[in-house]
């Protein structure tokens, strides 16, 4: 049942006064922890920490990592230590993985939201310094990840001579087509699929003009919270992201990543917001790469402090609060500052999302709200 904008304030301030107690236990827990970057554990200590962090990204604090266009992040859940996506650059993914103390060749498995360069630059970098992991990407036709196809797809001619047929005639019954990165252990999806307990990969196709056909990944983890969501781009749209988990969880606790609001006009933005908070009950969003600046403000408008600053080099614990985690010598980072955006809006006006200049839209994207 849809609620109210004042039941749902009236909600959230009941969440948050009945949860004071635990978060103030939470940030106890974490105090020990604040002092240090992310650091994948040693062999043996158990299932790392629930936690997310950023590293690649436009905008953030960390001055030892580099701001690029693009999005890459680490999360560490459900036992498992996943990388999404790797980002515009492999030289920028490595500095950016050694300033937050990640061995980016310790990795469970990997997921490629889709083929645009500015998810997918650092994968030769991550191959060479982890060559055999398994990296699941959206299965295309013909694809940068690899294809196959039975050779029933195409018509055939028995009245040719051999030499005039393809394979003589006697074609495999699966034909393979090569990849970008030759031996690279993909494993391509073309549906919703869960690939180790409570973690899911959500196989969605855009039918947005300049993306019309593009499949895109996202990632969604069922936890005892409800479902953590990590999106790439949200070309599907961040809406229908969020609907189809909801057949994994029909709580959502957590949603963070790119929302594709980069261009959108105020009015799609503010109903998106709405719909993210009223009609799908999100409880948390930490939003970053092309969410864009009006809908960052947007969405802080909408949730309060239930927005996440999602800026490079962040880290989130995660669990029935998430929150920032400070970095040594500093506070945990809250909301973006003028730096941010000087960076954020230079890296925008120099990308080429989508095939099409992103600052070409005379869609009135740029307004302070």
């Given at each position: 049942?849809?609620?109210?904008?004042?039941?749902?304030?009236?909600?959230?301030?009941e969440?948050?006064?009945?949860?004071?107690?635990?978060?103030?236990?939470?940030?106890?827990?974490?105090?020990?922890?604040?002092?240090?970057?992310?650091?994948?554990?040693?062999?043996?200590?158990?299932?790392?920490?629930?936690?997310?962090?950023?590293?690649?990204?436009?905008?953030?604090?960390?001055?030892?990592?580099?701001?690029?266009?693009?999005?890459?992040?680490?999360?560490?859940?459900?036992?498992?230590?996943?990388?999404?996506?790797?980002?515009?650059?492999?030289?920028?993914?490595a500095?950016?993985?050694?300033?937050?103390?990640?061995?980016?060749?310790?990795?469970?498995?990997?997921?490629?939201?889709?083929?645009?360069?500015?998810?997918?630059?650092?994968?030769?970098?991550?191959?060479r310094?982890?060559?055999?992991?398994?990296?699941?990407?959206?299965?295309?036709?013909f694809?940068?990840?690899?294809?196959?196809?039975?050779?029933?797809?195409?018509?055939?001619?028995?009245?040719?001579?051999?030499?005039?047929?393809?394979?003589?005639?006697?074609?495999?019954?699966?034909?393979?087509?090569?990849?970008a990165?030759?031996?690279?252990?993909?494993?391509?999806?073309?549906?919703?699929?869960?690939?180790?307990?409570?973690?899911?990969?959500?196989?969605?196709?855009?039918?947005?003009?300049?993306?019309?056909?593009?499949?895109?990944?996202?990632?969604?983890i069922?936890?005892?919270?409800?479902?953590?969501?990590?999106?790439?781009?949200?070309?599907?749209?961040?809406?229908?992201?969020?609907?189809?988990?909801?057949?994994?969880n029909?709580?959502?606790?957590?949603?963070?990543?790119?929302?594709?609001?980069?261009?959108?006009?105020?009015?799609?933005?503010?109903?998106i917001?709405?719909?993210?908070?009223?009609?799908?009950?999100?409880?948390?969003?930490?939003?970053?790469?092309?969410?864009?600046?009006?809908?960052?403000?947007?969405?802080?408008?909408?949730?309060?402090?239930?927005?996440?600053?999602?800026?490079?080099?962040?880290?989130?614990?995660?669990?029935?609060?998430?929150?920032?985690?400070?970095?040594?010598g500093?506070?945990?980072?809250?909301?973006?500052?003028?730096?941010?955006?000087?960076?954020?809006?230079?890296?925008?006006?120099?990308?080429?999302?989508?095939?099409?200049?992103?600052?070409?839209?005379?869609?009135?994207?740029?307004?302070?709200?």
């Amino acid at each position: 049942m849809r609620r109210t904008m004042k039941e749902t304030a009236m909600s959230r301030r009941e969440v948050l006064a009945g949860g004071a107690a635990a978060f103030a236990a939470m940030t106890a827990g974490l105090a020990g922890c604040a002092g240090t970057t992310s650091r994948p554990q040693a062999a043996g200590s158990g299932p790392p920490k629930p936690q997310i962090t950023v590293l690649y990204d436009a905008f953030g604090k960390a001055a030892a990592m580099q701001k690029d266009w693009g999005y890459a992040a680490l999360i560490e859940s459900s036992g498992k230590r996943i990388l999404f996506d790797t980002g515009n650059n492999g030289d920028i993914l490595a500095q950016n993985a050694k300033a937050k103390g990640i061995d980016l060749s310790k990795l469970d498995f990997v997921v490629m939201s889709h083929r645009h360069g500015d998810h997918m630059g650092g994968l030769a970098y991550l191959l060479r310094v982890n060559p055999p992991v398994k990296i699941y990407a959206p299965k295309e036709g013909f694809g940068v990840y690899g294809a196959d196809l039975p050779s029933t797809f195409y018509r055939k001619d028995d009245s040719l001579l051999p030499q005039e047929r393809y394979y003589d005639g006697a074609p495999p019954q699966v034909m393979r087509f090569g990849a970008a990165w030759p031996g690279a252990n993909f494993q391509l999806i073309d549906k919703n699929t869960e690939i180790a307990p409570g973690v899911h990969l959500i196989s969605l196709v855009s039918d947005k003009p300049g993306t019309l056909e593009l499949r895109e990944l996202s990632l969604a983890i069922d936890s005892p919270d409800g479902a953590l969501i990590i999106v790439g781009c949200s070309h599907p749209g961040i809406e229908k992201i969020v609907e189809t988990a909801t057949a994994i969880n029909p709580r959502i606790h957590f949603v963070g990543g790119g929302f594709h609001l980069v261009v959108s006009n105020d009015a799609d933005t503010e109903r998106i917001v709405t719909s993210l908070r009223d009609k799908f009950n999100v409880g948390y969003v930490a939003p970053g790469h092309c969410t864009g600046e009006p809908t960052f403000t947007a969405l802080k408008r909408a949730f309060s402090g239930h927005y996440l600053y999602a800026g490079l080099g962040t880290t989130f614990a995660l669990g029935p609060t998430p929150s920032p985690i400070a970095a040594a010598g500093q506070n945990a980072v809250t909301a973006m500052d003028e730096d941010d955006l000087k960076h954020y809006r230079a890296l925008l006006a120099r990308s080429n999302d989508d095939g099409h200049t992103l600052f070409g839209h005379a869609t009135g994207c740029c307004r302070r709200s």
